[in-house]
């Protein structure tokens, strides 16, 4: 095999095919799967999407092993091809969950994530409402960046293309931890949300980023993650959310631009998060 290379193991699906591919690739997904969609004989078989990922220190490695694990079921009886197989992608899945943990970038980060129940809650929920899970593929122009190193500490930062569309701080002892969601300005016609966020020395502003929508609000409050918990089960904030980050999303996949933080963006977290959703 060859040289070690930090990098991606995927697994495709497509509602043409009862076929999945799986593979593995240096760069995003986002990229690869752009190039998938444009060749034969996968672009026959498509459009092909996400169905399941993990970034890994040695992903030729990893490629090898799942293909060779899987080669009985592997497809002969189309030619060019040597990463088509005849496979549920459940059954797939269940070997990247029991890849090395050694091998999996950022594994510290992420088990860190779930340690903390209310944290993880808080992401499940938001995740939820955005809908970001419906977006796999294009993770790169959006992205999700865990405990990253910035200034006071944050639990998380998530961007859509070039603008932050949501962070939580660590805290510090004498201040409470800052939340932040962008969302559609429709909220302000929900008196209570005002008061609440006013309540919890909150602010609201419009157009909080040149590059955001003209539509966009950033919401920001203090507080633990109960609080936070608490501000997601008002009435208003899920529909807001939906109406500006679908619409972001939307306008970035038409681009097919990579974010300007796309390197930061933790794929991992992703697809451990994914996995919590489809529990629920």
């Known amino acids: 095999m060859a040289e070690s290379k930090e990098g991606f193991v995927y697994i495709l699906v497509s509602h043409k095919t009862k076929y999945i591919k799986i593979g593995g690739t240096d760069y995003p997904p986002l990229k690869r799967i752009k190039e998938i969609n444009l060749t034969e004989p996968y672009k026959s078989l498509g459009p092909w999407t996400l169905g399941d990922f993990r970034q890994v220190n040695d992903w030729r490695k990893i490629e090898y092993n799942l293909h060779y694990t ?7 009886t189309i030619e060019n091809q040597k990463e088509l197989f005849e496979l549920a992608l459940h059954e797939a899945s269940s070997k990247l969950n029991e890849i090395d943990p050694f091998e999996i970038i950022n594994k510290p980060k992420v088990d860190r994530m779930f340690q903390d129940e209310q ?20 993770q790169g122009a959006w992205t999700f960046v865990l405990f990253p190193r910035t200034n006071g500490g944050r639990y998380f930062t998530i961007n859509i293309g070039p603008h932050e569309v949501g962070f939580s701080t660590l805290g510090k002892k004498s201040q409470k931890p800052v939340h932040m969601i962008l969302m559609d300005k429709l909220i302000l016609d929900f008196n209570d949300i005002k008061n609440w ?11 909080a980023y040149e590059t955001a929508l003209p539509r966009s609000v950033s919401i920001t409050f203090e507080g633990d993650l109960n609080i936070v918990l608490e501000f997601m089960s008002l009435e208003g904030i899920r529909r ?6 679908t619409e ?4 970035l996949k038409e681009k097919g631009v990579l974010s300007p933080y796309a390197k ?8 451990e998060l994914n996995k919590k959703l489809l529990e629920i």
């Open 264 to 271: 930061y963006h933790n794929y991992n977290a992703i697809a």
């Open 197 to 207: 966020i006013k309540n919890h020395n909150g602010s609201i502003k419009e157009d």
């Open 248 to 251: 972001s999303l939307i306008i």
């Open 70 to 76: 899987f080669r009985s079921k592997r497809v002969e």
């Open 240 to 245: 807001a959310i939906i109406a500006y980050w």
């Open 119 to 138: 944290f993880c809650q808080y992401l499940i929920k938001l995740f939820k409402f955005a809908g970001l899970m419906n977006w796999l593929d294009i």
